[in-house]
């Protein structure tokens, strides 16, 4: 079992930057893949980044592609999303989601291969 807690929300200007965080329980965090995902009122789940649970491995769509980066720290159970050049659109509520333990170079890119989900963090950026 893991347990995800989201941090690092809050009001941005367009153009401004955030780094969410995601802090998970458990000893074998570090063999977990991890992934963000968003929604906004009214939308479906959208995919956001994913990061392989060896950190080797990185994936992005293009909404996001070049302004947005994934980390992780081990050391630390906490995963992060870095994100930059915000833009009206990127307003949502922000999902952690962890997948159990697969091959160390696995990401995935849709909500249902994922197992566990913290409860979110809003980020809203104003234009």
């Known amino acids: 079992q893991v347990q995800l807690v989201e941090s690092g929300g809050g009001l941005v200007q367009a153009g401004g930057s955030l780094k969410l965080s995601c802090a998970a329980s458990?000893?074998?965090?570090?063999?977990?893949?991890m992934g963000w995902f968003r929604q906004a009122p009214g939308k479906e789940r959208e995919f956001v980044a994913t990061?392989?649970?060896?950190?080797?491995?990185?994936y992005y769509p293009d909404s996001v592609k070049g302004r947005f980066t994934i980390s992780r720290d081990n050391a630390k159970n906490t995963v992060y999303l870095q994100m930059n050049s915000l833009k009206p659109e990127d307003t949502a509520v922000y999902l952690c989601?962890?997948?159990?333990?697969?091959?160390?170079?696995?990401?995935?890119?849709?909500?249902?291969?994922?197992?566990?989900w913290g409860q979110g963090t809003q980020v809203t950026v104003s234009s």
């Open positions: 989601a962890a997948a159990n333990p697969g091959p160390s170079s696995w990401v995935g890119r849709y909500w249902y291969e994922y197992d566990y």
């Open positions: 458990g000893r074998t965090f570090s063999t977990y893949s």
């Open positions: 990061i392989s649970w060896s950190g080797g491995r990185t």
